[in-house]
């Protein structure tokens, strides 16, 4: 669980999406908000995420991918599955936005192109929605580039406002950084230390550290809005764990986030099941889609060398890779490949060949992955426990799976779905281990793998600490560490 530490928290000046305007107000208790109403229904508590399209340090920030997902969509999985939220909605002005909200459950409230410009503030924007829903009593702005935000933060300070009477309630995040101040060009003065006395440097374990905001959200009720304010009244400070205090602003701080997010991001209600079978759709993801025909009319396809030590190293892991396509292609150049994996062509009902197999193996469907690009994939890719598309799948297909490859089909999709495997199974490894409970299957740290080079070393990183975390078996393993 969450370490949650809240206290009566004083004026901070300028916050994030407010202009300045002097200290807010204390505020008397108010009947808006369920104060003093008798029996009546609870205030509204309406989750707010702004996301305009004009980002101008990340182009489309907002909906770009992150770890597969779009940014976006993080906070709004967290948002939704806290249950903490009568309405959950997304602020913006762009289609695209709009298209990957509702794809996620929010609802979307169009802001006008006066809170949208470059000089608007989130408070500008916060007041105009409130204007077209009379029916919200208390806003939970969320930042859309916080994508580390789990329900339970948000279950908690839903609390605070609805059942403790603060009037606003913001997040922040502890650091041991220790401040001087700045000097001026031009001028001839020494700095000064502002929280600490050079003389007596204390250790990082003999001092509290300070808390800044770290503008994961916002929580306000609605007469407080109105007056410019989302911080006043009564007020307290929410503290996130460090490892969820994650911001994104420039392009530099994306490879950090994915792997923070990999590693500490919430990845929805159901519980990660290690991945025993892995189904892969042939056209389109194990090859690119193109089919070659000979002047004697043979078949010729291509595929990727990298999908294919994708699949190799699946199914030294323990996991079963089988293959599956509604075409009628051809077996004979598909086992010229060399897979060994098992497959069914010309299968116009792909869900029910891929429920046989998993009865087959005696797998319930969390532990099944399907890596699908087609209409004829949908239903495989809602039902299994972790679904992938390439990243020029069909719409319908990116729509209905949990993560989306940077890579194409037949151009190392099924190598970096694998690489996404293994972190997740790394995951669950490293919870088993904490609480000393036996994997149901082998864990994947015997393998090694060369993912993306942009993130490699993030990636190394990120298993080494695992394994260090897990204790799991020495790294690399002798026999493999020759072929790394």
Excluded at 78 to 83: E, K
Excluded at 238 to 248: F, G, K, L
Aim: aromatic share 8%.
């Amino acid at each position: 669980m969450d370490s949650v530490e809240k206290g009566a928290a004083t004026s901070v000046s300028n916050p994030r999406g407010r202009p300045s305007r002097g200290r807010p107000p204390k505020l008397q208790r108010n009947s808006r908000g369920g104060q003093g109403r008798g029996v009546e229904k609870p205030p509204h508590l309406a989750a707010l995420i702004l996301a305009r399209g004009g980002s101008k340090g990340i182009p489309l920030k907002n909906i770009k991918h992150l770890a597969g997902v779009p940014l976006i969509g993080w906070v709004l999985r967290a948002a939704l599955d806290s249950g903490a939220f009568q309405s959950v909605w997304v602020s913006t002005d762009h289609d695209e936005i709009e298209n990957v909200a509702k794809q996620f459950g929010a609802q979307v409230h169009r802001r006008s192109s006066e809170v949208s410009k470059d000089s608007s503030t989130s408070l500008d924007a916060i007041i105009e929605f409130l204007n077209y829903h009379n029916e919200v009593d208390i806003v939970g702005n969320i930042q859309a580039t916080s994508p580390c935000l789990h329900p339970t933060d948000l279950q908690k300070v839903a609390e605070m406002i609805r059942e403790e009477g603060y009037d606003s309630v913001f997040s922040v995040v502890r650091r041991h950084q220790f401040r001087w101040s700045e000097i001026q060009k031009g001028v001839r003065e020494v700095t000064e230390p502002l929280n600490l006395n050079p003389a007596k440097r204390p250790r990082r374990q003999d001092w509290d550290g300070e808390l800044y905001e770290n503008g994961s959200f916002y929580f306000a009720k609605r007469h407080l809005i109105e007056m410019g304010y989302l911080q006043g009244g009564k007020m307290a400070y929410y503290e996130m764990r460090a490892e969820h205090s994650v911001d994104i602003d420039v392009d530099i701080d994306w490879p950090i986030a994915e792997q923070r997010v990999l590693r500490y991001g919430y990845f929805g209600k159901e519980k990660l099941k290690e991945i025993k079978l892995l189904v892969c759709n042939i056209d389109g993801c194990l090859t690119n889609g193109h089919i070659y025909v000979s002047g004697d009319q043979k078949e010729i396809i291509s595929y990727d060398v990298k999908d294919a030590i994708g699949i190799s190293l699946l199914k030294k892991s323990g996991i079963e890779v089988r293959l599956i396509s509604e075409r009628a292609c051809s077996k004979q150049t598909l086992s010229s490949l060399k897979l060994d994996c098992k497959m069914e062509v010309s299968i116009s009902d792909k869900l029910a060949v891929v429920d046989e197999w998993r009865k087959e193996m005696g797998l319930c469907w969390k532990e099944v992955a399907y890596l699908g690009n087609e209409v004829s994939d949908e239903e495989c890719l809602k039902r299994v426990g972790l679904s992938g598309a390439p990243a020029d799948a069909c719409s319908t297909a990116q729509k209905a799976v949990g993560y989306i490859c940077k890579c194409n089909g037949g151009r190392g999709a099924i190598r970096e779905f694998a690489e996404h495997i293994f972190l997740l199974m790394e995951k669950v490894s490293h919870l088993y281990s904490r609480f000393q409970l036996q994997p149901p299957c082998r864990r994947t740290s015997n393998i090694i793998f060369n993912p993306n080079p942009q993130l490699s070393h993030y990636i190394t990183r990120l298993i080494l600490n695992s394994c260090a975390v897990a204790t799991h078996p020495p790294w690399p393993p002798k026999n493999l560490a020759a072929q790394a």
